[in-house]
């Protein structure tokens, strides 16, 4: 799925209005690189019962167990991740 790594980049997590919603204060993005082994990636890849990259999650407070969003995404799928995410008083 590494096709739909460069897709992901090319189409929505460069894009101007994503890199400027996760740019946020109230966001801290994080990103495992598994291009040589980690076991700390391995061991959260296993725990998330996911074989392969790419994989995005939002976590917050309401979602403590995390959003998983598509292999392939669109720029929805970040906006909605990230309403949902967001807690309401």
């Known amino acids: 799925?590494?096709?739909a790594k460069q897709i992901?980049?090319?189409n929505v997590?460069?894009?101007e209005q994503v890199v400027n919603q996760l740019n946020q204060p109230n966001i801290i993005l994080?990103?495992?690189d598994w291009t040589q082994a980690n076991t700390v990636i391995e061991q959260y890849m296993g725990q998330q019962s996911v074989a392969g990259t790419p994989f995005?999650?939002?976590y917050s407070s309401v979602y403590p167990d995390g959003i998983e969003l598509p292999k392939?995404?669109?720029i929805?799928?970040?906006h909605y991740a990230l309403s949902l995410a967001q807690p309401h008083n």
Do not use: W
């Open 30 to 32: 994080m990103q495992g």
């Open 72 to 74: 392939v995404l669109m």
């Open 8 to 10: 992901n980049k090319a």
């Open 13 to 15: 997590l460069h894009r």
């Open 56 to 58: 995005n999650k939002v």
């Open 76 to 78: 929805d799928d970040i």
């Open 1 to 3: 799925m590494c096709h």
